[in-house]
């Protein structure tokens, strides 16, 4: 029994891979930039130009700490032509840019050099040169203004690739450059972003891009993200660290921790429930088949399965919480909102939160419990049609004997079968119950993080809640293997 | 030949006959019909356009017009007026004749007189063209009340049976497209019948990257702004790189056969096909459904009701690919296959002619089924707001909408009564589909 529960964690573990793969690929093409959230709005202060440097060290830095100047996967295609140093540029557009330029001109060299030369020239001080007496004359704010036109047109340069484009820029700058005649140091550098342009059209080498190569590289964002950067940053997935969220900057492990527990404690509960009011009642329908509990129950099990949980869950509210019809359970929260009180025990405890449970549990149960019931009907009608269910009966034993140690027993393992289509579809139910309800689980986060485009977070949830379907089919098997004498997993 | 064919068409009929003696599905087989016409007429049923309007002596048809506006000439002073459509007050027209639709409200249009929830039974008001508030003619009525915009709740109901039925149709189009497809390649090939030689398997790897490379990779600045341009030159682009793509890979293709002729090469390679497909079937399922497809929908750039159709197509065909991949798995055993194989009939015979049409039945329960859970994963989608544009009126959003205030119980049983009575069919119509194609349930 043991050597087959470690095999079937060693099949998990291609499975795992693949999942975490698939949320490493949504998280990469989420879209937006996440070194842009991260970086806080840059503090007051009419110092423009240390102002943006900040920002821009800001944005090194998150790049940095986010990963994301590493290159993307372990193996890359890539054409002859581009430069294996692309990635380490942290502003996407920019990377963009120059990505056209090399998949236009194919000549990574002059390309870099423009590059170079252009962001020399967007860090330059254009006050450097000037006069104070101009500075803190009545032309300051003119000044300050055309400097911010100036820079603005620089960034938007650095993201343009079309020819026609970046010469109207280069006209632009140049003339917005001769308004004020201590600019003449940045004219300098602008000539010489000009020429190394020009060198890049000179010296075009486009052919180089029909050569395809393959890059690996040992150290990535996969990687990392999975097993982290040795401690410093990340741990990496593995040793449970999922990164850090980008509407609080808290790590996201711990927010999942603190939420999962109410999800597991539903998801569970009712679980268990489904499988204890579900089994004596398919039983009965099936033993009593085509009397009218049977109908009756079959119906009724029928129009609970098909009804969708929202609709249930709105219902039961607008009924059952509403201070105008009736108002016996409160609508929202699984506590009360003032909190427990203080140094209550355990069961006071749950004395305080069970109105709160109630609706919600019947919400998270009811869909299950009906598939559940008639899966059992069905089996135990198939089971009941047997022929040693007939010698049973030949040999004199008693209804409750056939039912309960004959026919039962092998009418349980497509119940136990299903559990591991239960299990996800209770957890994924989840995320809209949890809404309704307002209880602070895993569902709940999970809206939350889609509306605030916290795309770390959605893609931690999906691994975890994978790994739980995982375990729920795992333990399916286990109990599988316990029920029927005849496996012997070898 | 012909005797087989008589036989499918037996079975088929034999099957109808089955499945009319179980009224329950039957009656849901009439529903389904009736809610397929409701959804093709909504737009005329359910619009604040006339059907019919003379006005000033000029006639109109403006809900069925494809043109916006209408321009009217005044047969006395000769002076023309402009009428445009969809933001004409025709309720307040002093027209000689009008006809309006059955339900005289569209589904996304307020009516501010009767905003913040009006129930059906609540006093609804009209406001005349001289300005007078007067109670609603019970013409105008609002039957099953407003939500909080003053938006009609009937009429986003009538439209909303297009959304929902469109995305279950559609959206299990996708599906069983892939799941018989992958699910009869499982089933029929097995692990052990489709091989080629090493030349061919290694130089096909290989020209998968290379014609990857060329035909996408290279192109991949084109395609980004082709897509930004309009559809129809990103369908172009897209063929283009597929031609590349196709041509390149099939160059491989002669590579490969050329070095076959190398002894070392030409030994036999199997591709487990059915191993690999499991594998992909199971992990798909090992995620739930819902937290995958809210994933999804959240990297899509846009919001749009074709998106979430496609990402529910995408993830949900593993039923359909497991049902008729153990279909061929029992078919491909039976005797009339194996005497067609020692017939001679060629592999494209064998599987579409006489495979496939016996292992569609249980795809098709299988469908039927997806739809309702399609229709379901979609309202909770747009109950959620997740994926579907904010100003479409589905039955989930006006279900959600009801959730802010309670005593609206109009905006929560009647969407949801909806949704609940199109998943009921469809799921009957499974379970009677199941009854009346299992031979052994038949009387």
Known sequence: MLTYIVKRFLIFIPTLIVITLLGFMISVNAPGDPVERMVSAAESGDALNSQTKNQQEQAQYWTHKLGLDLPVFYVSLSSFAQSDTLHKIYDRNEREALDRLISKYGNWKEIQTYYQQLNVFDELQFTATADSAILHGPDRNKILDQITAIKSETIQLKASYEDVII??????????????????????????????????????????????????????????????????????????????????????????????????????????????????????????????????????????????????????????????????????????????????????????????????????????????????????????????????????????????????????????????????????????????FTIPGMGSETINAIHTNNYPMIIAILTITSMLTLIGFLIADILYALVDPRISYK | ??????????????????????????????????????????????????????????????????????????????????????????KHMDAEQIVFAPIVYSPSKSDYDNSDYVGPRDKQVFVTSDGKTIDMPIRFRHWLGTNKAGEDVLSGLINGTRVSLLIGILSMSIASLIGIFLGGLAGYCGDKKLHNSRGVCWSMTLGLVIAFYYGFFMRSYFLKDAFSVSNSEALKQVLISGIIFSMVLFLFFIVGKLLERIPVLAKQIYIPVDSIISRIIEILISMPLLILIISISAIAKEKSIVNVMIIIGLTSWTGIARLTRAE??????????????????????????????????????????????????????????IGVPPDLVTWGSLLNSGREKFQAWWLVVFPGLAIFVTVTVYNLLGEGLRDALDPRLRE
Not at chain 1, 179 to 201: D, H, N, R, T, W
Not at chain 1, 282 to 309: Q, T
Request: charged share 15%; net charge positive.
């Open chain 1, 167 to 436: 010469q109207n820029k280069f006209k632009e700058i140049e003339q917005m450059l001769q308004m004020y005649p201590f600019f003449a140091g940045a004219q300098q550098q602008l000539k010489s972003v000009q020429e190394s342009y020009e060198q890049i059209i000179a010296t075009a080498s486009p052919w180089k891009n029909y050569i395809p190569q393959l890059n690996f590289y040992s150290n990535n964002q996969y990687h990392r993200w999975l097993f982290g950067d040795g401690g410093k940053f990340s741990k990496g997935l593995l040793r449970g660290d999922f990164g850090i969220s980008y509407t609080t900057k808290e790590p996201i492990t711990e927010v999942i921790f603190s939420k999962i527990g109410w999800t597991l404690f539903f998801s569970i509960l009712s679980v268990v429930l489904a499988y204890f009011v579900s089994i004596p009642i398919g039983v009965r329908a099936a033993v009593k088949r085509g009397s009218h509990a049977d109908k009756v129950s079959s119906l009724l099990l029928f129009v609970l399965y098909s009804m969708p949980a929202f609709w249930l869950a709105t219902l039961l509210l607008i009924t059952f919480a509403n201070p105008d019809v009736l108002h016996w359970f409160p609508a929202s929260g699984v506590k009360p909102v003032t909190g427990y009180e203080e140094g209550v025990g355990f069961w006071n405890k749950v004395r305080a939160s069970l109105p709160y449970i109630v609706l919600p549990a019947i919400c998270y149960t009811y869909s299950s419990f009906a598939f559940l019931s008639r899966t059992i009907r069905v089996s135990m009608l198939e089971v009941l049609t047997q022929d040693y269910i007939r010698t049973a009966k030949a040999k004199g034993l008693n209804d409750k004997q056939i039912i309960w140690k004959h026919a039962f027993r092998n009418a349980l393992f497509p119940i136990i079968t299903v559990f591991g289509s239960v299990f996800p579809a209770v957890i994924g139910g989840s995320v809209i119950l949890e809404t309704i």
């Open chain 2, 1 to 90: 030949m012909s005797i087989e064919k008589e036989n499918n068409s037996k079975n088929f009929k034999g099957a109808w006959i089955q499945f009319k003696k179980n009224r329950m599905a039957y009656y849901c087989y009439k529903i389904l019909i009736f809610l397929t016409v409701l959804a093709v007429i909504a737009p005329f049923l359910a619009t604040d356009l006339p059907w019919y309007c003379k006005y000033k002596g000029t006639r109109m048809f403006p809900a069925f017009s494809f043109s916006n506006n209408c321009e009217l000439k005044d047969p006395q002073n000769g002076q023309t007026e402009r009428i445009q459509y969809d933001i004409a007050d025709w």
């Open chain 2, 328 to 385: 061929f798995l029992r078919i491909t055993t039976l005797d009339y296959i194996q005497s067609a194989k020692a017939l001679g009939f060629k592999e494209r015979r064998i599987i579409f002619r006489h495979a496939l049409p016996n292992a569609i039945a249980p795809a098709l329960v299988a469908i039927a089924f997806g739809v309702a859970s399609a229709i379901l994963t979609e309202s909770a989608l747009s109950f959620l707001g």
